[in-house]
């Protein structure tokens, strides 16, 4: 798994907003995150876009664990809770399903407490292509 994480470590956007990559096993990902002051949004939570951005990259990961490549053809997410800064979120990706073309993936994010911020799912294109 250590072609594949070398691999996640040149996703600049998710560098650059604070997204740590820990974890990596077929058909799953855990990522991290902090939210701090500019992941939050005009109402001082954390901005939908920071919380899809974790769920998104765990998603990658977890779906490209098989080291061929695969893209994303349709998401979705369901925002349960909010989140402040300081908190600390995870995203859990586990594989659902896999098939030779399609993969389908659900990430589960909480906080410090356990609490389930946001639930994603996701289905990718797996192409020929290896990683």
Known sequence: ME??????????FANHVGIELTAVSKGRATAKMEIKEHHL????IAHGGA???????AFAVASNSHKTV???INVSISYLKASVAG????????????NPKLA?????????????????????YRKKDKI
């Open 41 to 44: 949004n005009g109402v001082n």
């Open 70 to 72: 695969a893209l994303s």
């Open 87 to 98: 908190n600390i979120l995870v995203a859990e990706a586990n594989e659902v399903s896999l």
């Open 3 to 12: 072609g594949v994480k070398n691999f996640f470590k040149n996703d600049r």
């Open 104 to 124: 389908t993936y659900e990430v589960r994010v909480t906080d410090e407490t356990d609490d389930l911020v946001a639930i994603f799912l996701g289905t990718v």
């Open 51 to 57: 919380i899809f951005s974790l769920a998104d990259l």
